[in-house]
């Protein structure tokens, strides 16, 4: 073990991890520094010295270090605790899962409704092609009114909106929404007159009998990572130059001002906003109109393109679910005199769904740092 000016490295399981002396003290899992009831912190990070450093460190055989602190305390933390910890690029690259992008060729992961609710292993794997592919098909869902909320509350919660809890999507000349007309839909994301749209989409087909009418999902992460690679300029614009957005009907209203593309803290794409029928008048900088609108064109075609859509007939009792910010959905018109078609459709939130795979898999309450501490 080897104590630098302000971190230690540590020889965990045959390798070397580093931690920083303010980052060690921080986690202290002692029942001074823990609340034991709940696990939470009780120790005020802020109350840290600054010069916060080990007095002593050991180590012992079963690999737990020991630290005595120059502010008079003593922590442990186990080898698993700080294997599963460690924070080098190296680790948190082999931790991170990266998205399975997808083009016209793929095939939508299907599932069966009393499976996915029946049984955690089933339900898991559902919700596993939701995190890498951004989208499932749940087979055999009772056409019941009402169903898909049912659906939603079983693996998360519905996120409410400005508009209807549950939407109902059929032929409706009074509707407030091109989804209401038989006209065709091109591929989109719902609701950009958030600032933060809703991350997942049901879509309950209850009953699908109309000629035409065929549904699409295309992965816009798919598509802006291949923008990025060809025209990065291009990729560039469209995550600086603010678009606004509006939803509205008789009574409500949404509007948001922002980039097509959001990156996450390391560069990658976190939130694709794409509704070519919900855009308003631009309203940014003279000099950055003319490229943002080469860059959103570009973009356009290529998701208009046979490249990246996948085409499917869905039937009565077909839920698919999206992930909002990520893949679009989209139909081919039909013919509303040829038989009934109608959705409905509710909203949830991402975060919720994968919550949802960890307390499923038990995983989901913190790995206690010191031994004998629950
Ligand atoms: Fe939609
Ligand atoms: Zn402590």
Redesign the pocket.
Known sequence: MTLHDRYLAVPVEGAVVRCHYVWLRDN???????VSQTQERK?CTASIRADIAPESVALDDDGTLRVAWNDD???AYTAAWLRTHDYSDQARADRRLEPVLWDATFSVPTFEHDEVLGSPQAQIAYLEAVRDYGVALVRNTPSVLGEVERFAQEIGHVRETAFERIHNVRHDPSGYSVAHTPAELIPHTDLPGYHWPPSIQLLHFLVNEATGGDSTVTDGWSVLADLRAEDPAAFENLCRVPVPFQVFSDDEDTFATVPIVELDTDGRVRTFRFSNHLVQPLDTHFDDVEAFYAAYRKLGLMIASDRYKVVFKTSSGDLLTVHGHRVMHGRLAFDPTSGARHLQDVYMEYDDLMARRRVLLGTHKPMPAAPGVA
Do not use: D, I, K
Not at 28 to 34: A, G, L, Y
């Open positions: 202290c899992w002692c029942t001074e520094c823990r120790l305390h003593v922590s």
